[in-house]
């Protein structure tokens, strides 16, 4: 069984096409659907596979859409356990305006969950042996009940694995209240969690690092979107900027990079190597339509340019590269 498990509350089958343009009361002709399983844990466990790893992926599916969200993660070889709901899965719908090379992103309302259904997630991942890290990711559908992170932190905690959550909302700030290994808020999350209205990108590090000291957190991420990431702990910080790709799709850059982040701390790379790894993945991610996320060949090049690795020599190879980006440490 794998060492890393994901819990996803509310999976969803993403929808992606394209028209020429988004006009108001007019018959739109769209590019054929290209349909993919999603949602914030399984599209982790999706890009673990990817990178060469292997995470199992927890989630409950039901109706129609259940099952066909079941055969397309079954095509992508993702080791599961799925837990069968009484609701429909949701669909996403993202869709690309090709005259503006605008992306519309349609969210779907989450499938309530029922206690006995929440109660059968905790289950199957109490039954996994041997796990290190288990990452809760994506939105919180309606009926998981509010102490479910406690629940999930003292599961993590009876196991010795470390509790990585990427959640938003109220149930980033439940989620915060407990014991966690890593927590990924972007920069309005950091502010939430912070009390604050705004924070300046220089003040980040020094934020993030007051409230691990004041929580039980060990780790926060913060997303910065195409300016890449920051990592703080207690007492040390690392930034790492996003290098300028040319990017075609955001969906599951977020999560590409919290599998980066955790695929690496499970092969046993320092946390600033996790950090840069983690961008990496991120950027890769918005290099491909939809939601294909990241591909190996170009976070591995994207790694070795972040860590400085890269020479003109490589450039020829990859067009879609513009050279920016570096790793700073701050005390």
């Known amino acids: 069984m794998s060492k890393i498990v994901t819990i996803t509350f509310s999976p969803c089958i993403d929808k992606s ?106 289950a199957a991942l109490q039954s996994i042996r041997d796990v290190e890290f288990i990452v809760v990711s994506g939105s919180i559908p309606p009926g998981v009940p509010v102490d479910i992170f406690s629940k999930l932190s003292a599961i993590a905690e009876a196991k010795k694995a470390k509790l990585v959550v990427d959640v938003s909302g109220e149930a980033l700030v439940n989620a915060f209240r407990e014991h966690i290994y890593l927590l990924k808020p972007n920069l309005a999350e950091l502010c939430t969690l912070a009390g604050l209205q705004k924070i300046d990108i220089k003040d980040v590090e020094n934020v993030a690092m007051s409230l691990v000291q004041k929580s039980h957190c060990d780790i926060i991420v913060v997303s910065l979107g195409s300016a890449g990431a920051i990592l703080a702990t207690a007492y040390q910080s690392f930034r790492v900027s996003a290098p300028r790709v040319n990017r075609k799709s955001t969906v599951g850059a977020g999560d590409s990079m919290v599998a980066g982040i955790v695929l690496a701390l499970s092969e046993g790379m320092t946390l600033e190597q996790a950090l840069q790894y983690g961008v990496a993945c991120g950027t890769a991610a918005t290099m491909n339509e939809g939601t294909q996320l990241c591909k190996a060949k170009d976070v591995d090049f994207l790694f070795e340019f972040i860590k400085g690795d890269f020479t003109t020599a490589m450039l020829p190879q990859y067009k879609n590269y513009i050279m920016a980006g570096r790793t700073s440490r701050c005390a």
């Open 17 to 122: 096409t394209s028209v020429p343009s988004l006009v108001p009361e007019k018959k739109l002709v769209c590019t054929s659907p290209k349909l993919e399983p999603g949602g914030g844990g399984i599209n982790v466990a999706r890009a673990i596979h990817k990178l060469g790893g292997e995470a199992t992926a927890i989630f409950p599916s039901g109706g129609y859409t259940g099952q066909y969200f079941n055969h397309l993660l079954e095509q992508e070889e993702i080791p599961s356990v799925i837990i069968e709901a009484v609701n429909e899965t949701r669909e996403n719908i993202i869709v690309l305006d090709r005259s503006s090379n605008q992306q519309y992103r349609f969210g779907m309302p989450g499938s309530a969950l029922g206690s006995e259904e929440c109660d059968a997630c905790l």
